[in-house]
């Protein structure tokens, strides 16, 4: 294990009318097995033993599964490790010394709440548009009479592993939806039982997605690159396919 | 969302639950918090379900997320729902080993890893040679060599349990000496790597993210951690709490998992509660009382605002000299030290002793920065931690109370000639559901019977 010192510039602002602004902190000494979060977590305590007001950021499972946290870090949405949301990212990936600015991740559909915090309901509205399945599952006997492929099912399954952490739209120069919808739409479109209502679905979902300000897909692929749970952009193709689909 | 897209759900998020409205011993509401603006609001309610999650993180280390707090358990306990087994906590042994005084929760790896991977620690105490380079015959395969027939796949407790006695016996791997290794080289060479990595690859990708090793070239270090508790709020099979109206699902009640829960099996729970049993069960309920006759004008919500707005005001004007933090993690110490994997009466009577004392010093010396009027994630742990202060003192009672190895927990008062957990069923077969009688009281325990017709209670053996 090693210590090293951060200069962090922070991004600071009190509430969503607040202009905000960046705020210089020097990290401490910081062991290099700590998390991200640990690093702020004792930033927090400094601050608040100084009088001074911590820093406010989202985070709850700290295993990278419930979709929570999230930050951007020198410029990348969860930092600049691959397949990582910020809570996973560790101390040992950073050097002495190094300036790290760190900001919510920033969207016309996603409001800065807090300093670090965003409101994502947007996500929540793009869902309850049409994201699942409108009758109630069967039994395990249901179930088990509808046979689907290895291949398909593990395709459905990987579209799932979705968080809705948002760095997908953080990292987009549009501010698009398009991959966490793409993975809704792909989940649900690959599955048997999502094929009833597949074309209403995904007509309702782009649009709330339009209306509820996200861009539209310019093929950066920064999403995919940010994703830190390997969403494919396969998965907005298979949107647009749908979408296409849909209007026939 | 569908049921929100129809119009029969409506979701509150970031507010939080901050007390139970019982009315003529009926539930019926709840306070919350608004977490973005502060506001303390009302909600009334025929009926009122919690499905709150456990209390692991009492222990403030746990494979818990950093919410999961005990506040609307303990506050409906306070409002006289009985509280069962609350020390039957499951302390599990695949989790990734603490690295230092800020670490804010533990991980866990899956016990699937078991099947394949062996665990040993080296022979010699105080061995700080790497894994690669203490030869076959320096190594304790300490399972396989205990227990022949079980080996790596003895339950949880015992696996824990006996990675605690290596530890204790200076035996123990890493910087800490509080882990041992997880070694999945034999498995590498019977089944291929590829074939590993088809298996766990998503958790050696977890494992390598949090310590830098990877797990197909370096042993894992493990070491147990808090997980599932079992305990919870006293349920019917209608899941319904001694409170009538107060329904409680998943790990918030005690209801079925016994003494050690086993694995996958919470999944299966929160499933058959919430999608089986609370849509066949709560409409009886409601078919018996005239729903309708309260709304949040009764008397009962005013005087439950003001208690709530009462707690918010003491942590923040308590204007102390140490964070909530701190004072979380000196809780969590005093449960892990004398309540955690083993027990004993000296122990648990320290800890009776300190808990108490802490609170007191908590309610003093607290510093709770910013305002009660808008996002104050500060003020939001202080009251939960709060609460886990009040709460953990049950825990105690309750394991000074069962003085038995049952399940999960070795008291070590009562063990086999061979150091194993043994069960007392002449004296302790039962539930010890436990009723508030206030603060700094002594709660009063009821014994629900265990009645097994089927089955005979047997001493486990797994050598």
Known sequence: ?248 | MRQVAAGRVKIHARSEIMDIVVVDGHAKGVITRNLLTGQIERHAADAVILATGGYGNTYCLSTNAMGSNVTAAWRAYKRGAAYANPCFVQIHPTCIPVHGEHQSKLTLMSESLRNDGRVWVPKKAGDTRTPAEIPENERDYYLENKYPRFGNLVPRDVASRNAKEQCDNGKGVGKSGLAVYLDLSDAIERSGEAEIVRRYGNLFEMYEKITGEDPLKVPMRIYPAVHYTMGGLWVDYNLMSSVPGLFVLGEANFSDHGANRLGASALMQGLADGYFVIPATIGNYLAEISPGKVDTSHSKFAECEDEVKDKIGRLLAANGKHTVNEFHRKLGQIMWNYCGMARNRAGLEKALYEIPKLREEFWRDVNVPGSGDDLNQSLERAGRVADFMEFAELIVIDALNRNESCGCHLREESQTAENEAKRDDEHFSYVAAWEYKGLNETPSLHKEPLVFENIQLSQRNYK
């Open chain 1, 1 to 248: 294990m090693a210590t090293i010192n951060l200069k962090l510039k922070v991004w600071r602002q009190k509430n969503h009318n607040d202009n905000g602004g960046f705020q210089d902190y020097d990290s401490g000494p910081v062991s290099t097995d700590m998390s991200f979060l640990e690093m702020l977590d004792v930033l927090n305590e400094r601050l608040t033993l100084a009088g001074d007001e911590p820093i406010a950021f989202d985070h709850d499972c700290r295993e990278g599964i419930c979709g929570m946290c999230g930050a951007m870090v020198n410029g990348y949405a969860h930092g600049r490790e691959k397949s990582t949301t910020l809570c996973q990212l560790h101390m040992r990936h950073f050097k002495d010394g190094e300036t790290v600015v760190i900001e919510p991740f920033r969207a016309k559909a996603f409001g800065v709440i807090k300093d670090l915090i965003i409101d994502r309901s947007a996500f929540d509205h793009i869902i309850t548009a049409g994201g699942y399945i409108s009758i109630n599952t069967g039994g395990a006997p249901d179930g088990n009479t509808t046979a689907i492929p290895q291949e398909i099912a593990e395709k459905a399954l990987d579209a799932s592993a979705c968080i809705g952490c948002g760095a997908c739209v953080a990292a987009c120069p549009n501010a698009a939806a398009m991959l966490f919808t793409g993975a809704k739409i792909s989940q649900l479109a690959l599955l048997p039982q999502g094929n009833p209502e597949r074309a209403k679905r995904v007509k309702s979902m782009m649009s709330r997605m339009g209306e509820l300000g996200f861009g539209n897909c310019g093929n950066e692929r920064e999403c995919e690159a940010s994703c830190p749970k390997n969403i494919s952009i396969r998965n907005i193709a298979r949107l647009n396919r749908e979408f296409i689909r849909a209007a026939f």
